[in-house]
């Protein structure tokens, strides 16, 4: 079956610093990746997504992410976290056949201190 | 226009209520999805329709009741529920080719059961 790790649970980085959260997956086949983006109380915004082509993707808010094949891995970046970025992220996986529902990750935590 | 909506946006009900989340998208999507989420955890699905036809009940107690009357509008009917229930329940909807369709999520509704 299908699964989706993010290593970290919690990550605090300083306002204006780089910012790289990871992302696993485990899939037989070419999985399609997202990052959501989840302030507290608030429903989940979708940040990117890679489904073919170029491996590195633009989403919103300055944040971008890169499908390394050999590695299983869709990494999220931002080259200068703002104080708004403070929220959860997931990263999920969707599957072209089987069950029609994307697989999340448990999360992580950003905070970001001033 | 990405927009789901959900009402309410709180809700506090008693273990005797009957009481009825409600979604509404207006993207022409033809897949809706009911999710629930607990405090600092990913969102577990529960309920998906595809063309207004339950295609996936992720073995959700039969206190929760999904229906879909038309394809623009989701409802959850919710009767009898546990304490244990109380979470941030979440409507998504999607269009495409399964796997490659970009699920777009409302604001949710907070439940309270006391």
């Known amino acids: 079956a299908q699964s989706v790790t993010q290593p970290d649970i919690h990550i605090t980085v300083s306002e204006g610093a780089s910012l790289e959260l990871r992302c696993n997956y485990s899939?037989?086949?070419?999985?399609?990746l997202f990052w959501y983006v989840q302030s507290p109380g608030q429903g989940l915004q979708l940040l990117l997504k890679y489904f073919s082509g170029d491996t590195l993707v633009q989403g919103i808010k300055g944040f971008e992410a890169e499908f390394k094949r050999s590695q299983s891995s869709f990494n999220l970046r931002k080259p200068s976290v703002h104080w708004s970025d403070a929220a959860e992220y997931f990263c999920?996986?969707?599957?072209?056949?089987?069950?029609?529902?994307?697989?999340f990750g448990s999360g992580t935590r950003l905070q970001v201190q001033p | 226009d990405t927009e789901v909506t959900q009402t309410p946006k709180h809700l506090v009900m008693g273990m005797t209520n009957k009481k009825s989340l409600k979604c509404e998208q207006h993207m022409g999507h033809r897949a809706m999805y009911w999710y629930k989420q607990k405090a600092k955890k990913p969102p577990e699905l529960m309920f998906v329709?595809?063309?207004?036809?339950?295609?996936i009940n992720e073995s959700v107690p039969s206190r929760f009741s999904p229906e879909c009357p038309n394809s623009s509008l989701l409802n959850l009917h919710l009767h009898a529920l546990q304490p244990e229930d109380s979470a941030l329940y979440l409507c998504?909807?999607?269009?495409?080719?399964?796997?490659?369709?970009?699920?777009?999520f409302g604001p949710g509704t907070r439940l309270l059961v006391l």
């Open positions: 998504a909807s999607s269009q495409g080719r399964q796997g490659r369709e970009t699920q777009y």
């Open positions: 329709y595809s063309y207004e036809k339950l295609s």
């Open positions: 999920a996986v969707g599957l072209e056949t089987g069950r029609r529902a994307l697989t």
């Open positions: 899939y037989g086949a070419t999985p399609y």
